[in-house]
């Protein structure tokens, strides 16, 4: 239980020891309650305009705790070097302004920061006190009460001088109970106290007690770090809703018109979906039903013809990347695994079949219509129609550029009735995938390997490894399926996304996509020709936007599915 009701800021840099902070914040929500203790959202952009809702944060705590680990002075020239706002020194700047207690902490052996790179408004802190030094382990055991206590005491003294004093490692000297430990972790998980269960789990790992194999310590603690990362986000975004939510009291109160009202409350829902506490959202005008997904479907299939189904992968978080223990294939242009979160999408079930990419050619208003190439950088000779290696209905249309799926993407968008002009991922438009949203719908959201697994499977893809030399039917391999249903997201040929190639590796979230310029795009997924090792899920591949070759090829996503 919380012993002091202490409000905290916990300040630090993502890129520097982010696990080892979240472990501190453990020991802070265990003391003080985990509602008394901030620190911002785990991926910072997409919330920069929300900045006056973090300093309104910082305003509203007792003390920030200032994290410094091993790269805290890099990082901080890096961000001043590229002119790039930095929002650790807004949040330190906020505290100082309102006189806050600003409490420094070096972390894993990390030197005191040169004096000239110390920002001039953070000098009277730094002058001011003996920060202490915390490694993980034992040292955080032995010294984070002391700590912590030595924090209490400075701010009940509000403005007199800081004496928080440099920690140093002390042995425990009481006999610890490990079955008494085991009770205390089982009592904290179960009333949903996971920041007890953790320091719990803690103290037992480092109390030199023999730990039987069937206490599963590992998966027990990162179990509990999943759960409160989850519901710290969770609470994060609705107190953002709850700030954004007090500017829209006031446009109701002085009766603002209906449209201002609900354009405030899509800003509102994009952060916490459905938040309206007070009832404000203006009634709207019954409407006919929303389209089942077997309309959408047959919306589709009414202009390209069959197969053609949606498939749709939910919001919310996924494994991306490559686990390096397990996956002996794991290259280095993929990213080490990590979790991503994507809102709900749609996506087509197969690969576009040559029967249908060839109503597109043959449409009156199809490939040579100017409107679908309009602001991409093909030029004639890109625009010329290459001769696909098989003609054949329900194969995969191979031969195809990124130029040209983009145009057939564009005009079904149109006949749907939907956005064409795709320079930004749109409220909905028919459109290549994102490669973080092709990755989670080949793989679900617990980092396997293969759509159907970790292990390769040479009867449930076709690559080199099925000896058939040529595309097969798009429908041929259903026991491959990934967890939504997807097929052949392993093999075949492979498929382009709307995502530009960056090596290092980056993920495309933002709204903004540059369709203009001639750089390498992203393929996924594989092809007949493969072998195994490029059929893995998180394997990446690029070309050149006006390439075309015999196993490239395609399939479209949708934000929501059209109406029929």
Not at 6 to 18: I, M, S
Not at 198 to 218: A, N
Not at 527 to 548: C, E, I, M, Q, V
């Amino acid at each position: 239980m919380p012993q002091t009701a202490l409000r905290l800021f916990v300040n630090y840099r993502r890129a520097d020891n982010a696990q080892y902070v979240e472990t501190l914040r453990t020991h802070f929500m265990y003391r003080y309650g985990r509602e008394n203790v901030f620190m911002d959202f785990d991926s910072i952009p997409p919330f920069t305009h929300f900045a006056d809702f973090i300093r309104e944060q910082v305003r509203a705590v007792d003390a920030l705790v200032m994290i410094i680990g091993p790269r805290w002075v890099e990082l901080l020239q890096d961000k001043a070097a590229k002119h790039e706002p930095d929002y650790v020194l807004v949040e330190l700047e906020e505290a100082v302004q309102h006189n806050k207690v600003v409490a420094p902490i070096l972390i894993q052996d990390t030197p005191f920061p040169p004096k000239h790179v110390i920002p001039a408004f953070l000098q009277p802190v730094f002058d001011a006190v003996n920060i202490p030094s915390l490694r993980p382990g034992l040292d955080t055991l032995n010294n984070i009460d002391r700590l912590t206590a030595a924090l209490e005491a400075e701010v009940k003294k509000q403005g007199k001088q800081r004496t928080i004093q440099q920690q140093t490692t002390t042995p425990p000297t009481v006999s610890f109970d490990i079955h008494a430990a085991f009770g205390h972790y089982f009592e904290a998980e179960a009333r949903g106290d996971y920041p007890a269960a953790l320091v719990w789990i803690e103290k037992i790992r480092h109390s030199g007690k023999t730990i039987p194999p069937f206490f599963t310590i590992d998966a027990y603690e990162t179990t509990l770090r999943q759960r409160i990362k989850a519901e710290e986000e969770e609470r994060r975004r609705r107190e953002v809703a709850d700030y954004l939510y007090g500017f829209i009291r006031q446009m109701v109160k002085y009766k603002r018109p209906a449209t201002e009202i609900n354009k405030a409350f899509a800003e509102v829902w994009a952060v916490y979906p459905d938040y309206d506490p007070d009832g404000l959202k203006p009634k709207a005008p019954p409407t006919k039903p929303a389209p089942t997904l077997a309309d959408a479907n047959a919306a589709v299939q009414n202009i390209i013809g069959a197969p053609f189904e949606w498939c749709e992968v939910p919001a919310g978080p996924f494994l991306m990347g490559s686990d390096r223990k397990k996956d002996e294939a794991a290259r280095d242009r993929e990213p080490d695994l990590h979790e991503v979160t994507l809102p709900t999408f749609w996506i087509a079930k197969y690969p576009i079949t040559y029967s249908q990419f060839q109503t597109f050619v043959e449409a009156n208003d199809g490939i040579k219509d100017d409107r679908w190439w309009q602001g991409l950088a093909a030029g004639t000779e890109e625009r010329k129609l290459a001769q696909p290696s098989w003609e054949i209905a329900k194969h995969p249309r191979e031969t195809v550029s990124w130029y040209e799926a983009m145009a057939f993407c564009r005009w079904l968008s149109h006949r749907l009735g939907g956005e064409y002009a795709i320079d930004k991922v749109a409220e909905w438009a028919v459109r290549l995938p994102i490669e973080a949203e092709w990755e989670k719908a080949a793989r679900g959201t617990d980092g396997r390997i293969y759509p159907w697994g970790d292990t390769f499977d040479k009867a449930k893809c076709n690559t080199n490894a099925s000896g058939i030399g040529k595309t097969t039917p798009v429908d041929q391999y259903p026991q491959g399926a990934s967890p939504y249903g997807v097929l052949d997201m392993s093999g075949n040929v492979w498929e382009w996304c709307l995502s530009e190639w960056t090596d290092p590796y980056e993920h495309h979230l933002s709204q903004e996509i540059n369709i203009s310029n001639t750089s390498s795009r992203v393929l996924r997924g594989g092809s007949w020709p493969s072998y195994d090792n490029r059929a893995r899920a998180a394997r990446r591949g690029f070309n050149l936007p006006g390439l075309r070759n015999h196993d490239l090829g395609g399939r479209v996503v949708c934000v929501r599915p059209p109406s029929p």
